[in-house]
């Protein structure tokens, strides 16, 4: 293992305007140059540049076997460039063919001090800026392909972080709090139930403070679902339609949602909008709080995120494409 040393970092203060709900407030930014960051070579497929922050804050950009790992944090003891928090604790990003890295990690401060990050990575979906929270150690809080769309992010970021100290108070984020539905959800719009099964459709919708439906599946939802798997097979498409109306037929699939509030009774759980996050893919994805358990829905394809996210779109149309997903 060899260790090369570099210049050490060079910080660049300038203001940049956030665009923040209810006012016009400017955020300082602290900038970083990656180029001069301490480099450190492991091997022939992998390297990591340690880099001085502002306010005892450190980053490292760990790259390796074409996967990347941004982690931001305060310095360990006895270092100025090293956070406290291991690359290892955050889920690699598979990059694409350019530099991993962009040439600035940008330092968002609130009263002086960092309380978001955003960095210039490329993946294998293109360029994208990753967007972390700190307070003390980092969290991922997503990717955007667009300056005002990570500055979004992250001014939400430092604005939950202000309300969790003692004597913050409630902020008026996220963001997406201003944005309303674009209409009601109507008689014969299917609500999602999984990815891969029959679309019920909506035969009842009660509009008021509380946007709520019932639906259901008949002979010809399971005939165009079966259809979809059974093709030039009369036979299994015939035997199919059978079967979702035995297992569904029956069933009344109701939701409800307080689109003001951001949130979604489904299946007999309220789930919250809880900020964007990152799917398998890299890209960003609304994050649901299951509020009867105080955890996450979980991320599979087929799982309980995408379904909450899919029937929060169909209750209230417009709110999650104006959020940018």
Not at 66 to 88: H, I, M, N, Q
Not at 99 to 112: D, T
Not at 199 to 221: K, M
């Amino acid at each position: 293992m060899s260790v090369r040393y570099e210049t050490a970092p060079l910080l660049t203060l300038i203001f940049v305007a956030l665009s923040l709900v209810g006012g016009t407030a400017k955020a300082e930014s602290v900038y970083t140059d990656v180029a001069s960051c301490r480099a450190q070579d492991l091997g022939p497929d992998e390297f990591v540049r340690h880099c001085k922050g502002p306010k005892g804050y450190a980053a490292s950009l760990h790259y390796f076997d074409g996967r990347a790992v941004p982690a931001f944090g305060k310095s360990r003891p006895g270092t100025k460039d090293e956070p406290y928090l291991e690359s290892a604790d955050l889920e690699p990003i598979e990059i694409g063919v350019g530099v991993p890295f962009g040439k600035k990690i940008e330092w968002v401060m609130r009263g002086g001090e960092p309380c978001a990050a955003i960095l210039r990575v490329d993946t294998r979906q293109g360029e994208r800026l990753v967007v972390s929270a700190l307070d003390g150690a980092s969290s991922r809080v997503g990717m955007a392909r667009k300056n005002v769309e990570a500055r979004q992010m992250a001014s939400t970021a430092c604005k939950r972080r202000v309300a969790a100290q003692p004597g913050g108070r409630e902020p008026v984020v996220p963001t997406e709090s201003a944005i309303k539905p674009t209409g009601l959800p109507r008689v014969g719009d299917v609500l999602p139930i999984c990815s891969k099964c029959p679309g019920p459709l909506i035969t009842e919708v009660s509009a008021g403070r509380t946007i709520t439906v019932v639906a259901r599946i008949a002979r010809p939802q399971a005939k165009e679902h079966c259809s979809a798997w059974y093709v030039d097979n009369p036979e299994g498409e015939a035997d199919c339609v059978e079967g979702v109306l035995r297992d569904y037929g029956e069933s009344r699939f109701t939701a409800a949602a307080m689109c003001s509030e951001q949130s979604i009774v489904t299946e007999g759980v309220k789930y919250r909008y809880d900020g964007p996050g990152l799917d398998e893919f890299g890209d960003r994805t609304p994050q649901w709080l299951d509020l009867n358990t105080g955890t996450r829905a979980e991320l599979s394809s087929a799982g309980a995120r995408r379904t909450v996210s899919a029937q929060f779109e169909t209750l209230c149309p417009g709110m999650l494409a104006g959020m940018g997903f």
